[in-house]
C-alpha cells in the first residue's frame, strides 16, 4: 500500500521559515488529494491544507492563511508545506495524509486513508 514519509521538521525561531516534505513510495502520488495535519500537546488534530490530486486546487485552514503554502512536485513524488512568519502557536507534530479520491475541500481526517510518522516542528526562541 501507500506509504507516506515526512521530513524537514526541527527548531525555528518566531518569524522564521520551515519547509516540510511527504515523499512516497509504492505508489505515484500524482492521482491522491494531500493533506497536512498537526497536533500539539493536549489539544485535538486539526487540519491545515491540502491538495488535490485533480486540479491541483488548494485549501488553508484560517489560522495559517497567507503563511504557509502547499504544493507538489511530481516527478520526485514529494509533496510540500512551506511554512514563514512562523508562530510558537505553530509548534505540533505535523503529518501528511493521503485522500485515494483526490479530493480537497475539507480537512477532515476520517477522509484521509494513509497517514505518515510525522515529523516535529518546534517554534520558540
Known amino acids: 500500500q501507500l506509504q507516506l514519509v515526512e521530513s524537514g521538521g526541527g527548531l525555528v525561531q518566531p518569524g522564521g521559515s520551515l519547509r516540510l516534505s511527504c515523499a512516497a513510495s509504492r505508489f505515484t502520488l500524482d492521482y491522491y488529494g494531500i493533506g497536512w495535519f498537526r497536533q500539539a500537546p493536549g489539544k485535538e488534530r486539526e487540519g491545515v491544507s491540502c491538495i488535490s490530486g485533480s486540479d491541483g486546487s488548494t485549501y488553508y485552514a484560517d489560522s495559517v492563511k497567507g503563511r504557509f503554502t502547499i504544493s507538489r512536485d511530481n516527478a520526485k513524488n514529494t509533496v510540500y508545506l512551506q511554512m514563514k512568519s512562523l508562530k510558537p502557536d505553530d509548534t505540533a507534530v505535523y503529518y501528511c495524509?493521503?485522500?485515494?479520491?483526490?479530493?480537497?475541500?475539507?480537512?477532515?481526517?476520517?477522509?484521509?486513508?494513509?497517514w505518515g510518522q510525522g515529523t516535529q516542528v518546534t517554534v520558540s526562541a
Open positions: 495524509a493521503a485522500e485515494r479520491l483526490g479530493k480537497c475541500g475539507v480537512l477532515q481526517a476520517y477522509e484521509y486513508h494513509y
